[in-house]
């Protein structure tokens, strides 16, 4: 099968683009609330283990640290020297660690983990010995598959070549770098100062290791970005040859995330530059050959994601696009989102939360929801756009019972002006996504989405730009 054909409309953008989840999860983060908590949490539990199904695992570390702050950061971070508080942390991580194990069955199946990825925070910021012992506590508790993806996301200011053999030695096979932008001007209007050469050292030696993915983070709409400096970085990133490539969107708000008050909004780009830039970097990459995935993803052509989307496996979870999202996650750590059967659940997202629940013996589960039929439809409607730009009403129809054009009559009903609008064509059997409305699937998606009328403001959901 042929990559899917893709096409960047900048009038189409700027006149449809609205605030929108990004779907990592449907219902959104938002619909959880506390009355789901540890006992339904272990429930579940319970009933898991009991199945004769047995999803396989994917498990996410939240490893919170870093040195300092970046300026644009909308994570769940941590910005301190203070190691004996990282290691504090830590301790209090394996604790839930050995507390979540004990949940699991006996039955090895119950533990057998395909995927794991550990994000923050910068998970670099502690040396590789004790990441090397947290993967082991891991090991020790789960059955990680040979072929599984491990993955890290790396700081190359954090590590250098001897930190990447180690992680590879642990056992990682995939690593994310963020970078942003090689722009010194950029780079020290967000705090967050990173030489090309650390960058390149970084990615040169996780392919001497053989790290299977070696994955590129970067973001548009900087304060001081331009065209022709970020068509720089774009040229010197393409050039280092990263298996996958992910491009954000920088959003202001400061209100929301106080470091980036400390951004001069002067120096932000106008949103004409910013679809711009957005442009410069489809264009490049597209011309260098990688396939756009979908939302902000970019991956080489015989890449895991790019091949699992030509042949329909590609799936959506709390980390974005993933091959293995038909696993159960197991969230570990502050803050952290799991899916457990048809549930969703977050950890405590402070510190102090998080450590007194574990103190008192109770899982660090402050909130989340058991999903509906209704829930369970929308969301493989809502997966299958944003995975496959394509959906089969039929296929939905003999999966859950229902008459697709009864069903969503409303839905349909709305989807005739995003058709008007040229991004989706839908007819008896198949809604698809046009070439162009790829980069809009959200606003797609966003019809189909049972809570979003009754959201309040959709202001805290990002848009392309
Ligand atoms: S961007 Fe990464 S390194 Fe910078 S503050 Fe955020 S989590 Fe930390």
Known sequence: MQPLSFEFDPQLIRRLDRNGPRYTSYPTADRFTPDFGPDAYQSWMVRRNASDVRSALSIYVHLPFCRTLCFYCACNKIATRNLSKARQYLDYLHREIEMQSALFGRHRDNRRVVQMHWGGGTPTFYDMRELAQLFDLLRSKFDFTDNGEYSIEVDPRTV??????????????????????????????????????????????????????????????????????????????????????????????????????????????APEIKLSLLGLAVERLCAAGYVYIGMDHFARENDALAVAQREGRLQRNFQGYSTHADSDLLALGVSSIGQIGPTHSQNYRELDDYYESIDRGRLPVARG???????????????????????????????????????????????????????????????????RGRMLVRNICMVFDAYLPQAQSLDKFSRVI
């Open 160 to 269: 250098d070549a001897s930190g990447v053999a180690a992680l590879r030695a642990m056992g990682f096979n995939r690593i994310s770098l963020g970078v942003q932008d090689f722009d010194a001007d950029v780079q020290r209007a967000v705090n967050r100062v990173q030489s090309e050469a650390q960058t390149l050292a970084v990615i040169e030696a996780a392919r001497r290791e053989g790290f299977h993915s070696v994955n590129v983070d970067l973001i548009y709409g900087l304060p001081k970005q331009n065209p022709l400096t970020f068509g720089h970085t774009l040229d010197r990133v393409i050039a280092a040859n990263p298996d996958r490539v992910a491009v954000y969107n920088y959003a202001h708000l400061p209100t929301r995330f106080r470091s980036q008050q400390r951004i001069h909004e002067a120096d932000i780009p």
């Open 369 to 435: 929801m058991e999903l509906t039929a209704d829930d369970l439809l929308r969301r493989a409607v809502i997966q299958r756009l944003m995975c496959n730009f394509v959906l089969s009403k039929q296929n939905i129809e003999i999966s859950y019972l229902i008459e697709f054009n009864e069903y969503f009559k409303n839905e349909l009903q709305e989807l005739d002006d995003l058709a008007q609008a040229g991004l989706v064509e839908v007819d008896e059997r198949w809604i698809t996504v046009t070439a």
